[in-house]
T-cell receptor
Framework: DVKVTQSSRYLVKRTGEKVFLECVQDMDHENMFWYRQDPGLGLRLIYF???????EKGDIPEGYSVSREKKERFSLILESASTNQTSMYLC?????????????FGQGTRLTVV | AQKITQTQPGMFVQEKEAVTLDCTYDTSDQSYGLFWYKQPSSGEMIFLIYQGSYDEQNATEGRYSLNFQKARKSANLVISASQLGDSAMYFCAMRGNAGNNRKLIWGLGTSLAVNP
């Protein structure tokens, strides 16, 4: 089975802190994604990566950056956390990036910025 | 632009009965894939079922089936013999086959409650 693991289930950080959310997948998938999920807004794509050291902006990249130094690991960075970044963050991976390939998700990180 | 619409914010069903969760979509792609995911209160998104736009038969996975009506652009999820563990959020998603449309596009979800 594909396993996508996010480093934390719950995280509380202070405003202005630099926050790292880590995601690791164990199935050699090429594609990895970071979403945030908010009530009434659904899942919104922050960044995605098709290969090591490659990244592309999603729909809401402002205030975030990402790093993919190794194929299995995709990190989301909040450069200076703000209260409006309090949310559920979901990492996903997929083998390919075509129409018939499902994405597999981690368990999610509930981030609270105070 | 691609779009997924789930018109039912919440649904209730009695245990052991069947339930249909609605999903309509809009896309300019000729080829695309449709997905359903389940999200329990624990938070993890679980892949349930896939339907390709060129598949002639409706997809089936255990108690899940997808009622695909291409002309109506609908891809409804049918859960047969509901169980208490089916209580969760359900999301419909779509993926095209070219360029920017390869990103997964999501609906806002339907909250399903299964009553004993």
């Amino acid at each position: 089975d594909v396993k996508v693991t996010q480093s934390s289930r719950y995280l509380v950080k202070r405003t202005g802190e630099k926050v790292f959310l880590e995601c690791v997948q164990d199935m050699d998938h090429e594609n990895m994604f970071w979403y945030r999920q908010d009530p009434g807004l659904g899942l919104r794509l922050i960044y995605f990566s098709y290969d090591v050291k490659m990244k592309e902006k999603g729909d809401i990249p402002e205030g975030y950056s990402v790093s993919r130094e190794k194929k299995e690991r995709f990190s989301l960075i909040l450069e200076s956390a703000s209260t409006n970044q309090t949310s559920m963050y979901l990492c996903a991976s997929s083998l390919r990036n075509n129409m018939n390939t499902e994405a597999f998700f981690g368990q999610g990180t509930r981030l609270t910025v105070v | 632009a691609q779009k997924i619409t789930q018109t039912q914010p919440g649904m209730f069903v009695q245990e052991k009965e069947a339930v249909t969760l609605d999903c309509t979509y809009d896309t300019s792609d000729q080829s695309y894939g449709l997905f359903w995911y389940k999200q329990p209160s624990s938070g993890e998104m679980i892949f349930l079922i896939y339907q390709g736009s060129y598949d002639e038969q409706n997809a089936t996975e255990g108690r899940y089936s997808l009622n695909f009506q291409k002309a109506r652009k609908s891809a409804n999820l049918v859960i047969s013999a509901s169980q208490l563990g089916d209580s969760a959020m359900y999301f419909c998603a779509m993926r095209g086959n070219a360029g920017n449309n390869r990103k997964l596009i999501w609906g806002l979800g339907t909250s399903l409650a299964v009553n004993p």
